[in-house]
């Protein structure tokens, strides 16, 4: 009787496992009758390091923090508090992203994305009563 042994496709060392480059901000998403506001928390980061771009119906936002060079940063574990912040958002057709305003304040970026008026495609004829 034969006996089919499979070997384990495994690797004797484990390769270390890589953090990613960023990581997802925290966000506030307040719907106004006229607007929809973003409060998008990045702490360390200024204004200088926010990139926002729109392409669509999306919200790309990327905040890179300043990094410096510390002569003990083996022994401070900084590495996850160092990452930089992507945030990407499908909002949808209902705004108008050529009206969008930002501004940043301590570590909190604001954003402002008026909402589009709906296109009438019929004019409104007020109702009567006939008979």
Partial sequence: MHTIIHRHQHQRFPAAKTSPDFRSPHYECMDQPQALKLAVYVP?????GVELTTQGTDLHLTARKPHYL??????????SA?????????????????????????GVLTIVLPKRRPALTEPVVPQRQVA
């Fill in 82 to 106: 160092q990452r930089d912040y992507v945030l990407k958002l499908r909002l949808g057709v209902g705004y108008d992203f050529d009206a969008l305003q930002a501004s940043m304040t301590r």
């Fill in 70 to 79: 510390r002569v003990n940063w083996p022994a401070l574990h900084l590495e």
């Fill in 44 to 48: 360390g980061v200024d204004a200088t």
